[in-house]
């Protein structure tokens, strides 16, 4: 399929991971594809930014119309995620935390609306399903993750009328490299791989191409009548209630 021929999208965080499964998919399917991260990308149009920087949503957006032309896809889905309980956190990680995840895909639409209501565009934002329920020790990540969900709802409200859509994908366990990496500096990486499977009731874990393939359906005009909603994309794992 070429559904994005013609068209131009823009992944945050898209160097590796979901991100760089998403911006691969899109560039299969025909689009120009710039990431934006921190450092180049030597796979796509990479774009240096550090999104605890609140100029650098504008000024990605300003350089991706600069380039191109035009913008017709936003995927936000840089973000960091650090573990602490409440009373652990300071306020400057917090404040870090809810920057990254929830501030910088804010700011990035709304440097990108002007553009997006051009081009009848899409958005679509990585959530988690951490926004839905909890890991102990993520009281920053879950928090960051709820509210870009809220605001995926508050976008397509506000701006459907314009041919403009929002939605998100909430993803389980998937396999990138930073989960690889955790797993093979647990003590028994084979056993941890074993257990992590049985969570889920397709009893294994999720391929970032999984992620990529929902969201390229998302930002594709075959999906005109969907928006405001947020995916899970997880392997039944939400579904599974613990044993009695």
């Given amino acids: 399929m070429r559904r994005f021929e013609g068209k131009v999208a823009l992944v945050t965080g898209g160097r590796s991971g979901i991100g760089q499964a998403i911006a691969a998919r899109l560039t299969e399917e025909g689009a120009r594809v710039f990431t934006a991260q921190r450092g180049g990308d030597d796979r796509?149009?990479?774009?240096?930014?550090?999104?605890?920087?609140?100029?650098?949503?504008?000024?990605?957006?300003?350089?991706?119309?600069?380039?191109?032309?035009?913008?017709?896809?936003?995927?936000?889905?840089?973000?960091?995620?650090?573990?602490?309980?409440?009373?652990?956190?300071?306020?400057?990680?917090?404040?870090?935390?809810?920057?990254?995840?929830?501030?910088?895909?804010?700011?990035?639409?709304?440097?990108?609306?002007?553009?997006?209501?051009?081009?009848?565009?899409?958005?679509?934002?990585?959530?988690?399903?951490?926004?839905?329920?909890?890991?102990?020790?993520?009281?920053?990540?879950?928090?960051?993750?709820?509210?870009?969900?809220?605001?995926?709802?508050?976008?397509?409200?506000?701006?459907?009328?314009?041919?403009?859509?929002?939605?998100?994908?909430?993803?389980?366990?998937?396999?990138?490299?930073?989960?690889?990496?955790?797993?093979?500096?647990?003590?028994?990486p084979d056993a941890f791989r074993r257990d992590i499977g049985q969570i889920h009731p397709v009893a294994r874990t999720g391929r970032p191409e999984e992620v990529a393939a929902l969201a390229a359906f998302l930002a594709a005009e075959e999906s005109g009548f969907i928006t405001g909603q947020v995916y899970t994309v997880d392997g039944g794992r939400m579904a599974k209630l613990s044993l009695p």
């Fill in 44 to 188: 796509f149009e990479g774009i240096a930014a550090d999104f605890t920087d609140p100029a650098a949503p504008a000024q990605v957006v300003a350089e991706v119309i600069a380039r191109a032309g035009q913008l017709d896809v936003l995927i936000n889905n840089a973000g960091m995620m650090q573990e602490a309980r409440v009373e652990e956190m300071t306020l400057d990680d917090w404040q870090k935390n809810l920057t990254v995840n929830l501030t910088a895909p804010f700011l990035m639409i709304q440097a990108a609306l002007p553009h997006l209501r051009k081009t009848k565009g899409s958005i679509v934002n990585t959530g988690s399903i951490e926004g839905l329920g909890s890991n102990p020790g993520h009281a920053a990540y879950c928090a960051s993750k709820a509210g870009l969900h809220g605001l995926t709802r508050a976008v397509a409200v506000d701006h459907g009328a314009e041919g403009i859509r929002c939605n998100a994908i909430a993803p389980g366990w998937i396999d990138t490299e930073l989960n690889l990496d955790f797993i093979d500096s647990m003590p028994d």
